[in-house]
Structure formats: structure tokens, C-alpha cells
């Protein structure tokens, strides 16, 4: 089975959270693993500023699932 990194190889993951504090939990997540050589990791407080650097448009919208059932 193919470990985790190689599964996602040239990767970016952003984190967008609500808080200084949730931002500084992940900074340092992010820190201890930046010598994973195929995914980077960043937190942001801001969606467009994330959705920037992942190179994703600013007018696209992310669907998220809903906890409804749908019959």
C-alpha cells in the first residue's frame, strides 16, 4: 500500500480556520511536516486568500454536503 505522501504527491492542502488560536495549531502542524517533499500545507484565516493559492477563482463555490436525507 502506497503511503500517504505518495498518494497525494504535488499537493497543496489549505486550512481555513476561524481563530487565532486554530491558526497557530495548524501553523505548527504545518511546520513540524514541511519537510514532506510532496504536499505543502498552509493555514488561512481568509477563503479568498486560500483559494489564491491553490489556484482556484474567487468566484468558485465550494458545495459542501449537507446532514440531510434527500429521498
Given amino acids: 500500500m502506497k503511503s500517504y505522501a505518495e ?3 504535488s ?3 489549505a486550512w481555513v480556520v476561524g481563530s487565532a488560536a486554530d491558526y497557530a ?3 505548527r502542524w504545518s511546520a513540524t511536516t514541511r ?3 510532496h ?3 498552509r493555514p488561512f484565516r481568509d ?3 486560500a483559494k489564491e493559492w491553490l489556484g ?3 468566484d468558485y463555490e465550494i ?3 449537507t446532514d440531510e436525507k434527500t429521498d
Avoid: C, T
Wanted: glycine content about 4%.
Fill in 56 to 58: 482556484i477563482p474567487g
Fill in 47 to 49: 477563503m479568498m486568500k
Fill in 7 to 9: 498518494n497525494f504527491q
Fill in 35 to 37: 519537510l514532506d517533499a
Fill in 11 to 13: 499537493s497543496r492542502f
Fill in 63 to 65: 458545495r459542501y454536503p
Fill in 39 to 41: 504536499v505543502e500545507r
Fill in 25 to 27: 495549531i495548524v501553523h
